[in-house]
């Protein structure tokens, strides 16, 4: 069995297959995790647990893959220690529970690019994620071999596999992964990460959507939470509400990426200033892509810029691929 897991702070993605070869099953569940006392109680008075797996952690009961916006009294992660964090794990024991199998070969998952340059980081979670873990009670999963890889790897693997002549082309291609927290990218040439020039900014989705709901604040005198703005963004909703009226959600998110995106890019043109050759490609992935991918073209008129297809499971597809090619 070989799982691709894209543990992010707003979407877990997972890929995972067992027989060699055979297309992987693709699944995406939300990001929230908390001790089970914050979630709402059924008219019942029972605790509501959803469609949330219940886990164990450290002796307390934890409710994973719940929708952040259902959480009571609770503050999810939204910094760089989220891989450290008790809601990481909870998430992660729900992602192996989802996966259905009792024993992993191989998981690989991916985490920013700033944390992915520390190899003794790096090196650290792989240690965390891999052997063998008690989901509840007495139900146990093993994930025998665990890699960890910068995130947009993943998204690159994953247009490799759909654009077959770019795996021998000597292309150099910048890859953006637009995530919740962070905006990752890397360059590859010949398939050799240039981490000198890649970086992460923490200028992401989450920052598009404390802005949209500023602006929704200040123009029509109605709170939105960005709990309330992610779950509509994450599920596809087209319009929000502001009493009765209903109006267009992704008019208001274009103008809430615009500044933001703008800075994300100055900052890769920083990272950019010491590269002698030119960009072949340029490919985004991640949930914030779109919001991103204007920007995006209006910086680099010159270079392809193209938005993956299911741009939200591109990393955790990218990465079950590169679990199959590495598998020995």
């Known amino acids: 069995m070989i799982v691709g897991l894209d543990l992010g702070y707003s979407a ?20 929230g995790a908390c001790p089970i006392a914050h979630l709402p109680k059924a008219m019942g008075g029972d605790v509501d647990l959803g ?18 916006r259902d ?4 503050q999810p992660p939204l910094h760089e220690f989220y891989s450290q964090s008790r809601e990481y794990r909870a998430l992660f ?4 529970f989802k996966v259905g199998a009792r024993h992993i070969d191989f998981l690989v998952t991916g985490l920013p690019v700033s944390q992915a340059k ?6 650290k979670l792989q240690d965390t994620l891999t052997g063998e873990h008690r989901i509840r009670d007495s139900l146990t999963v093993t994930v025998g071999r665990v890699k960890v890889l910068p995130q947009p790897v993943g998204a690159w693997m994953n247009w490799l596999i759909d654009n077959p002549p770019y795996r021998t082309r000597d292309v150099r291609a910048l890859i953006f992964d637009v995530g919740f927290y962070s905006v990752d990218w890397v360059i590859l040439e010949r398939g050799k990460v ?12 989450s920052k598009v959507l404390e802005e949209a709901a500023r602006l929704i604040q200040l123009e029509h005198k109605t709170r939105y939470s960005l709990a309330r703005l992610e779950e509509a963004m994450r599920s596809g909703q087209p319009n929000y509400f502001v009493g009765d009226r ?11 990426a615009r500044n933001i995106a703008e800075n994300v890019l100055n900052e890769v043109r920083q990272s950019l200033r010491t590269q002698t050759d030119s960009l072949d490609l340029i490919l985004l992935a991640g949930g914030g892509s779109g919001l991103y991918a204007n920007a995006v073209r209006e910086a680099f008129p010159q270079v392809r810029v193209v938005v993956a297809g299911d741009a939200v499971m591109a990393n955790a597809r990218g990465f079950y691929y590169f679990g199959e090619a590495s598998r020995t």
Not at 17 to 23: I, N, Y
Request: glycine share 4%; net charge negative; aromatic share 8%.
């Open 118 to 123: 520390d190899r003794d980081f790096r090196l």
């Open 194 to 205: 240039l981490d000198a020039a890649s970086g992460s900014s923490y200028l992401a989705t």
């Open 71 to 74: 959480f009571q009294n609770f």
């Open 246 to 256: 209903e109006l267009p959600l992704q008019p208001m998110l274009n103008r809430a």
């Open 93 to 96: 024991l729900a992602s192996l």
């Open 12 to 31: 877990i993605k997972l890929a995972s297959s067992d027989p060699k070869g055979a297309p992987p099953h693709l699944a995406r569940f939300p990001a």
């Open 51 to 68: 469609s949330a797996v219940r886990v164990d952690i450290d002796g307390e009961t934890y409710a994973a893959l719940a929708e952040p």
